[in-house]
């Protein structure tokens, strides 16, 4: 299970931070990924963090984004500066076990202008 947090309303260059608690399988040696989907567009990648602690984004989140993990809490976060409107989705995260990838129940970021 994927139980993520922390969403909400926030004015252009504002910070949220993510949380995402994990249970039912082995956190510390998966990948845990960001994925969000914004109104009308298709769920993207936003950010991957690996059971080492190495991370990729996508280009419109560098310099802005940072995934983290805590492997003795079984959660990986999502600390989010300098928010635009166009941040503005359905945040999940997500797991690739054994074959099948799920995701989180998701939670909203709205950035207003």
């Known amino acids: 299970q994927l139980q993520a947090s922390g969403g909400g309303l926030v004015q252009a260059g504002g910070s949220l931070r993510l949380s995402c608690a994990a249970s039912g399988f082995i956190f510390r040696f998966n990948t845990m990924d960001w994925y969000r989907q914004a109104p009308g567009k298709q769920r993207e990648l936003a950010a991957t963090i690996t059971s080492g602690g190495n991370t990729n984004y996508i280009d419109s989140v560098k310099g802005r984004f940072t995934t983290s993990r805590d492997n003795a809490k079984n959660t990986v976060y999502l600390q989010m500066n300098s928010l635009k409107p166009e941040d503005t989705a359905v945040y999940y995260c997500?797991?690739?076990?054994?074959?099948?990838?799920?995701y989180g129940q998701g939670t909203q970021v709205t950035v207003s202008s």
């Open positions: 997500s797991v690739l076990y054994r074959g099948r990838r799920s």
